[in-house]
């Protein structure tokens, strides 16, 4: 039987518009997801927006806008990215979608019935931009070093959900990879975590906040928006009617940014909810530009709009693939990309492509390409062993050893003299530069759909037409 293969990215917040950051990870899922289609998996791919909570509700407020209408207009501005970047999801999930709240609902239920929800009072360090309560030891100077701000003091009357109990438990999970952490070094660091911190009840209600989903037994509380969101990669796959099917998750990727909640609260709920854990983790890296991260007052935001516009949805898919080892922070320029994308798309492929067509152009009527076409080994084993572990920019640096070395095979080989001097010798070499070609096709299609179907298009009819225009 074939294999199944469900990932995840996180849902993203639908208080601020898409930005590199959501698109290196989608794209990434989205890559996996079309190798693993590949090797003939079953696939399901979610994504979706976290539609409720504080920060959103001040978002609105600010713009004048009612909570749903400016989640319906992020959201809106999210799918459309993912179309322009073509990304081929199977759900694209919102919290506020009503089969997520009935299930929300029911689970808090399940929880509170059975005394791992418990009414209690909760005070701590709360920032908003996180949604998080914060340890003293996780601020610099008392503050949120993602944010920059000081989180507010906050205590109020709270449901609790049950975590210490089950710490044992987790560590032994993560340390036996069922609960699977990659890269190995994130595994390492939440076991560190784990050894040297006791986990305390999670507040999983909010008093002062409306735009949530009420507790079903007490309508005075919403749910806290972390419980809210990790159950949409359950309800996403509920809508599609797929969970028998996919779950559970084989991968949730995110970024390090979002690691310790996706290995605390995360099983720790799944746990309690009786439900089989999601297999594990990827954690990704971040993008930097020019060595800072992106920020608005330092003026080195690079914008996901700004990228589509220059390299085009495929060059984008490209770039974020290649730009550095997915579990590290990766750093960007535009200056950088603009390099890269000449110096491999433009010139690399788009040269070899180009060349070899031409050449196919002159084999004549008689060559049969069908003989020169070899499917079956394309996807080779460092190849498929690169990708099953993830290292996405290495398997493309790996097809690129390809590009360039029919590059130099033409010009070693010179078949454009071999045409008039040896026609044997000719076709034997075409044998091999189609061969090439044709497994180009193959190893490119999870990165570059697009660019691989018109590869084989040119290749089967002989139209030749430019892929990549050089730019400035
Ligand atoms: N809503 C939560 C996730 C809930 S999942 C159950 C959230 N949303 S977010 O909109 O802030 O998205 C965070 C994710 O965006 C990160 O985990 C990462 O996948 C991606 N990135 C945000 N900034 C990034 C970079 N600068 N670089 C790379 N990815 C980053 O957290």
Known sequence: ?????????????????????????????????????????????????????????????????????????????????????????????????????????????????????????????????????????????????????????????????????????????????????????YKKEMLSFLENNKLEDLSISRKNVDWGIPLPFDETHTVYVWFDAFLSYVTGLIKKKKFEEFWPSDVNLIGKDILRVHSTIWPIMLRHLEMPVSRGLFVHGHILSGGKKMSKSLGNVIGIEEMLDKFGGEGTRYLLSAVGSLGDDVDVTMERLTEKYNADLANGLGNLVSRVITLVGKLGKGAQLGNFVVKEDALDKQFVKLMNEFEVDKALEHIWEIVKGANKYIEETRPWELIKEDEKKFKETMKVLVRNLWQIIWLLNPFMPETAEKIKYQLETGKKEILFERIK
């Open 1 to 185: 039987m074939k294999e199944k293969f469900f990932i995840t990215t996180p849902v993203y917040y639908a208080n601020a518009q898409p930005h590199i950051g959501h698109a290196y990870t989608t794209v990434a899922a989205d890559v996996i997801v079309r190798f693993k289609k590949l090797l003939g998996e079953k696939t399901f791919l979610l994504t979706g927006m976290d539609e409720h909570g504080a920060k959103i509700a001040q978002k609105a407020e600010h713009e004048g806008l009612t909570p749903q209408e400016l989640v319906n207009e992020t959201s809106g501005s999210f799918q459309n990215l993912w179309e322009r970047l073509n990304v081929d999801y199977d759900v694209f999930t919102r919290t506020t979608d009503k089969e997520h709240k009935e299930f929300i609902q029911k689970a808090v239920q399940k929880l509170y019935d059975k005394g791992v929800i418990y009414k209690g009072e909760y005070e701590g360090l709360y920032c908003v931009g996180c949604e998080q309560f914060k340890t003293e030891s996780e601020l610099v100077e008392g503050k949120c070093p993602d944010h920059n701000v000081e989180p507010e003091v906050m205590r109020e009357e709270s449901y609790l959900m049950k975590m210490g109990s089950e710490q044992e438990w987790l560590m032994e999970m993560i340390k036996k990879d069922e609960f699977k952490i990659r890269p190995l070094r």
